[in-house]
T-cell receptor, first 115, second 115 residues
Framework: GENVEQHPSTLSVQEGDSAVIKCTYS??????FPWYKQELGKGPQLIID?????GEKKDQRIAVTLNKTAKHFSLHITETQPEDSAVYFC??????????????FGQGTTLQVKP | DTEVTQTPKHLVMGMTNKKSLKCEQH?????MYWYKQKAKKPPELMFV???????INESVPSRFSPECPNSSLLNLHLHALQPEDSALYLC??????????????FGPGTRLTVL
């Protein structure tokens, strides 16, 4: 079945620095890759997603890049702020899930932004 | 508005109790999901409803019983749970019909403790 690997598991940066989180997936047919941010005590919130007809998507300080050949996608956060501190999850569709909506999540990255 | 609401926020129950979790969305979404999330782990899919019909049951024990009374509501009925069922239970919805490119929006979750 589909497997999504996410690295690193923890990331600590100084405020203002950039943060990069990487995920790899196994199903070459996958073409939708969302990123979720989960703050303590809250549900995951979609922050950005990308579909495989584009290689990069930006939304203010957040960007996602996709390399379909290598089967990996990355989240880039620039000018990090303390409120960016949270757990970030990448996800990809489960293999053969074209009509089920099932997502497979990475194991998560705990991002700490130090003031 | 991309809001999914869940009640209660916290629930403590004994192993012989019967309780229910509720989820509501008013975005006109026709797909709804239940996830279970243990501490420091990604969400794990339990059930998916599409157009009020159960589409996916991820081999969840029968002590968890989902119900979708209408397109806006999703319930999870709990009976004879075990302490290891203690977790954050998340509800999500997406536009539907089920497509793996369909963005899922999560609620804040119900923190369940089974004594």
């Amino acid at each position: 079945g589909e497997n999504v690997e996410q690295h690193p598991s923890t990331l600590s940066v100084q405020e203002g620095d950039s943060a990069v989180i990487k995920c790899t997936y196994s199903d070459s047919a996958s073409n939708y890759f969302p990123w979720y941010k989960q703050e303590l005590g809250k549900g995951p919130q979609l922050i950005i997603d990308i579909r495989s007809n584009v290689g990069e998507k930006k939304d203010q300080r957040i960007a996602v890049t996709l390399n379909k050949t290598a089967k990996h996608f990355s989240l880039h956060i620039t000018e990090t702020q303390p409120e960016d501190s949270a757990v970030y999850f990448c996800a990809a569709p489960s293999a053969g899930s074209s009509n089920t909506g099932k997502l497979i999540f990475g194991q998560g990255t705990t991002l700490q932004v130090k003031p | 508005d991309t809001e999914v609401t869940q009640t209660p926020k916290h629930l403590v129950m004994g192993m012989t109790n019967k309780k229910s979790l509720k989820c509501e969305q008013h975005m006109g979404h026709r797909a709804m999901y239940w996830y279970k999330q243990k501490a420091k782990k990604p969400p794990e899919l339990m059930f998916v409803y599409s157009y009020e019909k159960l589409s996916i049951n991820e081999s969840v024990p029968s002590r968890f019983s989902p119900e979708c009374p209408n397109s806006s509501l999703l319930n999870l009925h709990l009976h004879a749970l075990q302490p290891e069922d203690s977790a954050l239970y998340l509800c999500a919805s997406s536009h539907g019909p089920l497509l793996f490119t369909d963005t899922q929006y999560f609620g804040p979750g119900t923190r369940l403790t089974v004594l």
